[in-house]
């Protein structure tokens, strides 16, 4: 069985700074792409940033120059820097995997339960 466990939420002023780190654990070959997504009070999930297995990153053009992603391949681990953080950066933040338990197996999306982060003063 396969698990993604977040921590690092919780409540920071406006221009502050927080760290996600969110760890796979269970039985996996390999992780291609490790993401974070949020969701906020009455929006959909979107897409915050993505990392690849070769470190390749990408950003949500409302998190770019404030957001910073990347990973531990060695521990199975994504960690996501924010700084600046704005009143509208609030919402639950979900790490997301593509991953393989075997080798013949095709990269599935395994999904953690969630941080909270409110940014107010």
């Known amino acids: 069985q396969v698990q993604l466990v977040e921590s690092g939420g919780g409540l920071v002023q406006p221009g502050g700074s927080l760290r996600l780190s969110c760890a796979a654990s269970?039985?996996?070959?390999?992780?291609?792409?490790m993401a974070w997504y949020r969701q906020a009070p009455g929006k959909e999930r979107e897409l915050v940033a993505t990392v690849t297995r070769g470190g390749s990153t990408s950003y949500a053009d409302s998190v770019k120059g404030r957001f910073t992603i990347s990973r531990d391949n060695a521990r199975n681990t994504v960690y996501l820097q924010m700084n600046s953080l704005k009143p509208e950066d609030t919402a639950v933040y979900y790490c997301?995997?593509?991953?393989?338990?075997?080798?013949?197996?095709?990269?599935?999306?395994?999904w953690g339960k969630g941080t909270l982060v409110t940014v107010s003063s």
């Open positions: 269970g039985s996996i070959v390999s992780i291609n792409v």
């Open positions: 997301n995997a593509d991953l393989k338990r075997w080798a013949s197996e095709n990269n599935k999306p395994y």
